[in-house]
């Protein structure tokens, strides 16, 4: 396969549909499997409904020239060999697209529901349900082991403490597990049928709340799709102000990290000093845009609020008192031995599972994979200026715990030096309606990792289709993987560590 | 250890004092709106054209603002011409109706508290099971802010709980998606009554910004009967920390309410931070620099 028959487009860019290569399937196939030994990885892989009938598309990124490369395969029927038994990391990338569109990826090893909902083209079900039958959440053939002394846990979907719902079965000797397997959907809200035909007035709504923690990061996501599609760059002032919120997106949620990881090894003092560092940190998004979320702040164009002077030495300040504080609380736990004796060892996941896996953000870069779109796939101000890309060598819970820490030091440098350096003018401008028939991708680093999002355009410029992939669509596995082999007592721990979204997953 | 005792030092004291005191919110937060009718120019629909969720609506009253909808977005704001519509910084905005939600020029009713016999029961002790039912995330992140030291919920003998078993109510978020209605319902079941129900968020109240979605209910109201409504998306933890002690009867109707005899807990906090003190001093401890409330130049003092 050589690479002069894929699309090549950077972070952020746009084609018109006809540009992206449709390859026979046995081609795209190939494409998509020799892409680790290519060093490339998946970012994303799905099918589509449109005016030219059903195609799968994938999106590789290479992570050292920066590029993504885009094709698609027209699929008239109802199966294809799957990809999966070749590529591990297309596993739940093909679940989706059987769940979505009826298509069965022959010989797919581990082919069961993803989201729990009927497929959106009626009358094609990948598992030959009856139409008109609602899937039922949960109900699976669930993996399991089977022997004298093997017990099953199950846990969720409603859960001990506030969480989002989930189910979770463990296959157990003692507190030994052997496997964890992860069934999700429950957040199911079908945010993606819904993108199409868009924009509308709700759409920048849905991208904030994709997943409530990453507002900033998926709608950034978005509006480097509109920008894109659009055809107009965002304001300089306007990406600036982006990085600096996506940054502080990132120091709330690694602190409320560092915190929880803290309370679960029953190490008190930094898991209520983050608590309400993290709360420092999204009270400093609300000063920007009101929301601690980070709503309402970033919009194609640029941003919709603005920074004066005063609002920037308020943030400054707060930067510096939360700074001393998150490193006193975060320097507690790596010298504090019962801290250690827990994190070390614990949930390891090995360089080359991660990559098989195709993980990204803090569990990839822990596992020492360099994988920090800020770096491989810069966009905005990220082009301007780098950030250092933080890894550990353990893939342990430590490491994980590690890569968060060294990157709430490097973020609190970004979002200092940004604010000290604001490029004059407009935080905003117009942006103009997307063009018609065109394909866009866009990468961001949200702080669980690459947020991915690709957008194709009918010829009246709405979306034809909408594909959202969240960071923890790939992680949820690499999890699952952790618990091989440990206590089950080590779940919680390991869990808080990969920190992974439910909504995010579940669309 | 040393090390350990060092660092709360520094950390100081953090509990905000609410509902004594209320801190400060940013000027940009968006709170309660204020609608005022008598601006909009005649024929003018560009704030119910903007908004999201279909959350203003226009008739004989004038313009009406469905709390239960409202993302707290900007963009009916942005679009009003006249400046009819804007958010104040107020964070009370829970409600026991639904239909008190609906904010028009004028006084909202304010939170009604639980009868005589609920606040018998629940008024100094609450314990909460949260069911997190679709939606973002979000809110539960601000429901779990109220356990952080900043909010200290313990303090108010409310606490959320392993198990509907042990549970005096259920605190209900996003909009019920179909996956997890069953699982709603037996968790419902399985609290024994009597039994609060409170919906936080645009999601819980009204489906929030999935509203109308196949996937989703619409809201808590449509599987259980909901207690207290609280709004934002999310909302802010004054917001549902207000709206708890509201129901509950223990915060006043005005802003910053006389004080109420210290709670029955308070009078040995406060012992026990006199003996806290004590033993740091005789520890040597520097305790002028890191006397409690270490809020200013914006720490943890104001939100």
Redesign the interface.
């Known amino acids: 396969m050589s690479r002069h028959s894929l699309l090549t487009l950077a972070n952020g860019g746009a084609a018109p549909l006809e540009e992206l290569p449709c390859l026979e399937l046995a081609d795209f196939s190939e494409a998509v499997i020799g892409a680790p030994a290519r060093g490339r990885r998946v970012s994303a892989l799905f099918g589509a409904l449109s005016a030219r009938g059903f195609a799968l598309y994938v999106v590789l990124a290479d992570d050292d020239t920066g590029l993504l490369e885009c094709a698609r395969t027209d699929l008239a029927g109802d199966e294809y060999p799957a990809m999966t038994p070749a590529c591990a990391q297309v596993h739940l990338f093909e679940r989706e697209i059987a769940e979505q569109w009826g298509v069965v990826p022959a010989g797919h090893p581990w082919l069961k529901p993803v989201r729990y909902h009927a497929s959106q083209r009626p009358g094609r079900d990948a598992w030959g349900r009856p139409a008109g039958v609602a899937p039922v959440v949960g109900v699976t053939d669930f993996f399991r082991v089977e022997g004298e002394e093997v017990h099953e846990v199950a846990v969720g979907p409603v859960h001990a403490g506030v969480i989002e719902p989930g189910h979770f079965r463990f296959q157990c000797h003692g507190e030994h597990v052997f496997h964890l397997e992860i069934s999700l959907g429950y957040q199911h809200r079908g945010i993606e049928k819904r993108m199409v035909g868009g924009p509308g007035k709700r759409t920048i709504h849905h991208m904030e709340t994709l997943a409530g923690d990453t507002t900033v990061g998926h709608a950034t996501a978005y509006c480097q799709i509109a920008e894109a599609l659009g055809g107009r760059h965002a304001v300089p002032r306007g990406c600036a102000l982006r990085g600096v919120a996506l940054e502080i997106e990132r120091l709330a949620n690694h602190t409320g990290d560092l915190g929880a990881l803290a309370g679960d090894v029953g190490f008190l003092p930094t898991a209520s000093f983050c608590g309400r560092l993290r709360g420092d940190f999204l009270n400093m998004s609300a000063l920007l845009c009101g929301s601690r979320f980070g709503r309402g702040m970033v919009r194609p164009g640029g941003v919709a609020f603005d920074l004066d002077g005063s609002r920037v030495a308020d943030l400054l300040a707060r930067l510096d008192a939360a700074e001393r504080d998150v490193s006193d609380a975060a320097q507690l736990l790596w010298t504090t031995p019962t801290v250690m004796a827990r994190f070390e060892d614990t949930g390891r996941v090995t360089a080359d599972t991660a990559r098989e896996l195709g993980l990204v953000g803090p569990p990839a870069r822990a596992s020492g994979l360099r994988r920090d779109v800020r770096k491989t796939h810069p966009a905005g101000i990220f082009q301007m200026v780098h950030i250092p890309v933080s890894t550990a060598e353990t893939g342990d819970v430590f490491a994980r715990a590690y890569v968060r820490w060294l990157e709430v030091t490097r973020s609190i440098d970004y979002v200092r030096r940004q604010l000290g350096e604001l490029p004059r003018g407009a935080a905003r401008r117009e942006c103009p309606p997307a063009r018609g028939s065109m394909f866009a991708v866009s990468l961001v680093e949200g702080w669980r990792g690459e947020v991915c999002h690709v957008a194709m355009t009918d010829d009246l410029g709405r979306f034809a289709a909408y594909k959202v992939v969240d960071p923890s669509f790939h992680n949820w596995t690499g999890l699952a993987m952790a618990l091989r082999d440990q206590q089950i007592s080590d779940f919680p721990l390991c869990n808080k560590s990969f920190n992974l979204s439910y909504c995010g997953h579940d669309l | 250890m040393l090390?350990?005792l060092l660092?709360?030092l520094?950390?100081g004291h953090?509990t905000v004092p609410f509902p004594d005191q209320v801190p400060a919110?940013?000027d940009?937060?968006?709170g309660h709106p204020i609608i005022d009718p008598t601006l909009c120019a005649d024929g003018c629909r560009e704030c119910i054209e903007?908004?999201?969720?279909d959350a203003l609506a226009i008739d004989a009253g004038g313009v009406g603002l469905d709390l239960g909808r409202c993302?707290?977005?900007?963009?009916c704001t942005?679009a009003c011409p006249t400046g009819a519509i804007g958010?104040t910084t107020n964070h009370r905005m829970a409600a026991r109706h639904r239909d008190d939600l609906l904010v028009r020029r004028g006084v909202r009713q304010r939170v009604q508290a639980l009868d005589a016999t609920m606040l018998r029961l629940f008024r100094r002790s609450l314990k909460l099971?949260?069911?997190?039912?679709?939606?973002?995330?979000?809110?539960?992140?601000?429901?779990?802010?109220l356990?952080?030291?900043?909010f200290d919920l313990g303090r108010f003998g409310i606490q959320?709980v392993?198990?509907?078993r042990h549970a005096d109510g259920l605190l209900i978020t996003?909009?019920v998606?179909?996956?997890?209605k069953l699982?709603l319902e037996k968790?419902y079941q399985a609290v024994p009554p009597p039994k609060i129900v409170i919906a936080v968020g645009a999601c819980a109240i009204s489906g929030?910004?999935?509203a109308g979605?196949?996937?989703?209910h619409d809201g808590a109201a449509s599987v259980v009967p909901v207690d207290l409504f609280i709004p934002g998306?999310?909302p802010?933890p004054l917001t549902i920390l207000d709206g708890l002690l509201s129901m509950l009867d223990r915060i006043g109707a005005d802003r910053v309410p006389a004080r109420a005899p210290p709670a029955p807990g308070e009078e040995r906090l406060r012992w026990a931070r006199a003996r806290a003190d004590e033993a740091l001093r005789s520890l040597g401890a520097d305790l002028g620099k890191t006397k409690r409330g270490g809020g200013n130049?914006?720490?943890?003092g104001?939100?």
């Open positions: 090390r350990i660092a709360r520094k950390q953090r919110l940013p940009r937060f968006r903007a908004c999201p969720t993302l707290f977005c900007p963009e942005a958010f099971r949260q069911v997190s039912a679709g939606g973002c995330n979000g809110c539960e992140a601000d429901v779990n802010v356990g952080t030291i900043v959320y392993a198990s509907p996003g909009p998606t179909e996956n997890m699982a968790t929030g910004p999935f979605h196949d996937e989703v998306c999310p802010h130049g914006g720490g943890g104001d939100l």
